[in-house]
């Protein structure tokens, strides 16, 4: 098998000419401004606590990338370099952060874990700029599927925004899983949807075997708490991996396939790793097959755990306190299996999704994350006299994860690339 990160490239498709993208850089760069000093703005339009730490959100010169060296780059091979900069938001000027998440407010006596920024091996990906992003989502929406890692990625970028607006909580469900917000003075609605499989479940022992929970999962029938909610969003966002390390009872056609640990006399125990592919080829051949989606799916790889000396039951911490070099580590076992698993219904679904006129696209942070064991709560997610297991799945705000917004917004500039090339053409 080829090694990781290796034969599966995330550039984009064919360059095109130095003309048109000539043409394109000007169109996108006058619709979208590169520079919005914060100072240029009515206090209408600024956060309620503005941010003591980086008074200097942006860099003097203007923060751009050259279109053409983006489209052949590949922003997700790199390593994490020093930004003194940072972080752009605290646990005090952010009401979004959850107190697992919170690794100021309970202790956390180190601080360069906040001090970092992905820098791509043959380009620059600029510092994620709140006024340029809200700029490009104007009159759009943005729904996130999947865990509570996919939670955690609305919540840090809720709180990079916040340094522009806050949103209105506009949530039609009082399941707090399923939350829905507004930026009335940009029109743009951000949505998490709840659903750690993608594919249904049912819940069978609230305990189980694993002390977890035991799950029925129906890989071949994709969760319709979501599926009947995102035909309508121009972004979707999916995320899953966690979850299928719990113990669960695997069906298809409605037929017991096998499990995972559930302990029952002659069912034949399968690999995780059966249903993440399972799951996940249904997931995306559902987005095919939805008529009225319109819009983009992007697929964002899982990002690994960082237990050392045991599992999270067993007392592993993650109590580093730099980000890895790039020849530092590399994914082991599941965690391959897990990407590779990805990336291969990814390209399977985008082969197919051309044929339908749909887009699918990679956001791959596995690599970046990877190299970050010093972001996770630890044991600065509780208070030291709650028994509570080392969190080494999760990310503090601010942290490691509010780089995920750089990608994104870099995305979403190629985006509107390819769409004005479609345009022109």
């Known amino acids: 098998m080829d090694p990781p990160f290796g034969k599966y490239s995330t550039s984009a498709q064919k360059t095109p000419s130095i003309f048109i993208l000539l ?26 606590n503005p941010s003591e730490i980086s008074p200097t959100y942006f860099p003097l010169e203007e923060q751009k990338i050259e279109f053409k060296e983006a489209e052949k780059c590949d922003v997700f091979s790199g390593k994490w370099i020093w930004n003194p900069d940072a972080p752009y938001y605290t646990n005090v000027t952010c009401t979004e952060i959850h107190d697992h998440q919170n690794c100021m407010k309970h202790g956390r006596p180190d601080s360069d874990y906040l001090k970092w920024r992905w820098k791509p091996n043959e380009c620059e990906l600029p510092i994620f700029n709140p006024f340029q992003f809200l700029d490009l989502v104007r009159n ?41 917000y507004k930026y009335t003075t940009y029109n743009f609605t951000l949505a998490m949807y709840w659903s750690p499989f993608l594919v249904s479940i049912k819940e069978v022992d609230a305990d189980g075997p694993c002390h977890t929970g035991l799950y029925n999962l129906y890989l ?42 559930c302990g029952i006399p002659n069912v034949t125990e399968l690999p995780s790793t059966y249903a993440y592919q399972r799951a996940f080829k249904t997931t995306l051949k559902v987005i095919n097959n939805l008529e009225n989606f319109k819009g983009v799916a992007i697929l964002r790889t899982f990002a690994p755990s960082h237990y050392e000396g045991g599992n999270w039951n067993e007392g592993g911490d993650c109590a580093r306190t730099r980000p890895y070099g790039s020849n530092e580590t590399a994914l082991e076992d599941q965690s391959v299996e897990q990407y590779r698993i990805q990336v291969e219904e990814f390209e399977v679904a985008e082969k197919e999704g051309k044929m339908k006129g749909k887009r699918f696209r990679l956001m791959d942070t596995t690599r970046a994350m990877l190299m970050r064991p010093d972001g996770h709560p630890s044991k600065y997610g509780h208070w030291p006299n709650e028994n509570v297991a080392n969190d080494c799945v999760h990310w503090c705000l601010p942290g490691p994860i509010d780089s995920w917004s750089d990608f994104l917004f870099h995305m979403f500039k190629m985006e509107a690339i390819r769409s004005l090339e479609e345009n022109l053409q």
Request: net charge neutral; with cysteine; hydrophobic share 40%.
């Open 140 to 180: 759009k929406s943005v729904a996130i599927v999947g865990d509570s890692v996919g939670r955690n990625q609305m919540q840090s970028l809720i709180c990079l925004l916040s340094r522009v607006e806050y949103p209105v909580d506009i949530s039609d469900n009082p399941d707090q899983s399923f939350k829905k």
């Open 220 to 261: 071949d029938e994709a969760d319709e708490k979501w599926t009947t909610k995102i035909e309508g969003y121009d972004y979707i966002i999916l995320n899953a991996g966690h979850w299928f390390a719990r113990c669960s009872i695997y069906y298809v056609n409605n037929q017991r396939v096998g499990c995972r640990y």
């Open 23 to 48: 043409i394109l850089a000007v169109v996108v760069l006058g619709l979208i401004p590169l520079y919005h000093p914060f100072n240029w703005y009515s206090g209408g339009l600024r956060i309620r």
